[in-house]
Structure formats: structure tokens, C-alpha cells
């Protein structure tokens, strides 16, 4: 079956503005996360849903992240006024469920350029 | 908080050869999960092999395998048989059990990037 996708792929965009990253999880996984990674970094955890809400958003670094997933799906992560710091790969990940025995499938990332 | 730590940057191996990647973890979590993943090139991250702190057995898959030391709070990967195939990043990653207090995050180390020569 298909994967978690995400799109785009790459996104270049200037300082100071607004970005919107899509993530496509598995069909039918109810928990769903998104991670920041810098380069030569690991990923850092930035929010976790459980369905519709937002369970843990404690990894966004200030209040110009922000993340939706309206119904229980595709989730778009939202940056505003983009900083050149913001410059990364973010990657999605689900999982069946928010247990810590399900396996997170992760996503190929959007890597984020702001120049 | 946990804290992960991979202190090798940087591993080569030759193919057919056998090579270990270190990790150390912090935690006062009595129980948990240990994950390495392998991040090619194309950025997706591929889950390696996972290991139970509650298991005193060490988690083996096929050439993949790992020496989890709980006291010591030590967790490496050793792989065998090394093949081109293998070359990539690979990261040491940590999960609490208790997701109700600690969430259900993935806490990952700062990674190992590992050349097989031919």
C-alpha cells in the first residue's frame, strides 16, 4: 500500500514569507507527527496529533509554527514569517496508533530553503 | 528530558566486513524503546531494528543485530556481512513507554554516517 507521502518535495522560498507543507499519512493510522531536521542533524519532534487535535505541540519552536489536521488525515504544517533559521527538512510521520509499541513509517521530508 | 548521543560522526567499513555504531542514551524511565533507523540519500527514515528495555534478550534481524546494555545505558548496532546497500545515516532513536506522561515522541541521536567500501 502507499506510503506516507509528502509534498513538495522542495520549497524555496524568501524570508519573511508564508509557507504551508502537506503531509499524506497511511490510510487508517490515527496518530500523526512532524519533525524538524537540521542539517547534519537528527530530527526534532515539533507535533504530535491523535486524530483532529493537537495531543503534544510542545516540540514548535515559537508561535509562527503552527499545524492543522482538520479531519483526521492530511495534516499541513504552517510556517509565517519565515526566518532563514527555519531552513530544513521536516519530515511526517504516522503510525496506527499514538502507542509506543507502533512503528512510526516516516516520509521522504519536504526540505525547506528561505533565502 | 532524554537525551541521545551518537559520538562516531562518521564510520567506514569494508563490504563483507562486520562494523558497530555506538549510542548511548539518558533517561529515568525505567521502561522504554530503543530504535536504530537508516536515512539514505533519499531522506526517507527506514526503521533498522527496535529493541524493549524490558527485554533482556537482544533484538536481532537477519545481518542487523544489537548489544543493549541497560545499566550501562548503552545500545549499539552491529551489522554483519556489510554490503554496498548498507551506506547511509543512521540514527539512534528513543521512545518512552509511558505515553500518557511522556508522549509519544521519537527522541533521535545526532546520527552516524557510515561508508562500505568495495
Known amino acids: 500500500g502507499a506510503g506516507v507521502s509528502q509534498t513538495p518535495s522542495n520549497k524555496v522560498t524568501e524570508k519573511g514569507k508564508y509557507v504551508e507543507l502537506r503531509c499524506d499519512p497511511i490510510?487508517?493510522?490515527?496518530?500523526l507527527y512532524w519533525y524538524r531536521q537540521s542539517l547534519g542533524q537528527g530530527p526534532e519532534f515539533l507535533i504530535y496529533?491523535?486524530?483532529?487535535?493537537?495531543?503534544?505541540d510542545s516540540g514548535l519552536p515559537n508561535d509562527r509554527f503552527f499545524a492543522v489536521r482538520p479531519e483526521g488525515s492530511v495534516s499541513t504544517l504552517k510556517i509565517q514569517r519565515t526566518e532563514r533559521g527555519d531552513s530544513a527538512v521536516y519530515l511526517c510521520a504516522s503510525s496506527l496508533n499514538g502507542g509506543a509499541l507502533h512503528e512510526q513509517y516516516f516520509g521522504p521530508g519536504t526540505r525547506l530553503t528561505v533565502t | 528530558a532524554q537525551t541521545v548521543t551518537q559520538s562516531q560522526p562518521e564510520m567506514s567499513v569494508q563490504e563483507a566486513e562486520t562494523v558497530t555504531l555506538s549510542c548511548t542514551y539518558d533517561t529515568s524511565e525505567s521502561d522504554y524503546y530503543l530504535f536504530w533507523y537508516k536515512q539514505p540519500p533519499s531522506r526517507q527514515m527506514i526503521l533498522v531494528i527496535r529493541q524493549e528495555a524490558y527485554k533482556q534478550q537482544n533484538a536481532t534481524e537477519n545481518r542487523f543485530s544489537v548489544n543493549f546494555q541497560k545499566a550501562a545505558k548503552s545500545f549499539s548496532l552491529k551489522i554483519s556481512d556489510s554490503q554496498l546497500g548498507d551506506a547511509a545515516m543512521y540514527f539512534c532513536?528513543?521512545?518512552?513507554?509511558?505515553?500518557?506522561?511522556?508522549?509519544?515522541?521519537?527522541?533521535f541521536g545526532e546520527g552516524t554516517q557510515l561508508t562500505v567500501n568495495p
Open positions: 532513536a528513543y521512545r518512552s513507554a509511558f505515553v500518557e506522561t511522556s508522549g509519544s515522541r521519537l527522541t
Open positions: 496529533f491523535q486524530g483532529t487535535g493537537a495531543a503534544d
Open positions: 490510510s487508517g493510522h490515527t496518530a
